[in-house]
């Protein structure tokens, strides 16, 4: 059975699994996919490829050496995927938990592997992984991650805020883009669902419920950023410091709840 219904997606995806089952040997656990194609959102256009390897023991120097001139290779085949992986490799004690410990991490648009700590986001991708994951190899992903509270995703979007996207109310330097004021309006309708819901959904699924929820200007802004999710000049650095800071006292709120 094949992974995803795109066949050039899992061209570049049965490359990546063979090498790493070749360099891991009896340290492969599985290798999982998650993020949009785990959620039915891919967008061939603009998505990324978020797998995960999990090992049973942390992945040794030597292995890591081997593991990075992989993925230098591979960046280099004859597919437009092969720059838009995005994954990590991570042993089951460490699957099984959110930790803040370095794992090899490969960013899209990179080829470089690297040891890297996970993001405030981990506790959201963990969750959708488990729930949504699609397993190419290995045991189901429930079994190896544990439950994922609703307080623990909405924790992890006031952290996610204060780290990065309050900071924009400020300096908004990281909004000068189209896209990136789309993507964080959208981002920004996500943060208010799961304050609100304990829950997640994807980014455009969210889109829809903040047009139905918000009052009309926010909403008006949600629907804009739906429609162009490749960007818009008609969504200015105002208008998402707007929904920065209707996410930001939605956080609020909770916490002092």
Known sequence: MQPTPYADVNAILSDLLAR????????????????????????PDSSDIDFLVATRNEVEEAVFRQSQAMHTQLGQADSKWAIQLEGAYISLPELRRYSERKHPHIDR???????????????????????????????????????????????AMVDMMAVWWELMLDDPAPLDSDGYRAYAIMTMCRVLYTIETGDILPKGAAVEWA???????????????????????????????????LAVDACQRWRTS
Do not use: C
């Open 20 to 43: 790493v089952q070749a360099i891991l040997g009896d340290n492969f656990v599985g290798m999982y996919l998650y993020g949009s194609l785990a959620t039915n959102t891919f967008d």
């Open 109 to 155: 648009g990179e080829s470089d592997l690297l040891m890297k700590p996970f993001h405030t986001d981990w506790v959201v991708q963990r969750y959708v992984l488990r729930e949504y994951g699609i397993r190419m190899v290995g045991p189901p992903i429930r079994d190896l991650i544990d439950p994922i509270s609703g307080d623990d995703l909405r924790q």
């Open 211 to 245: 047009i139905k929820r918000l009052d009309d200007e926010h909403a008006r802004l949600a629907k804009l950023a739906g429609a162009n999710r490749n960007g818009t000049p008609q969504i200015t650095i105002s208008d998402v410091q707007k929904m920065i800071r």
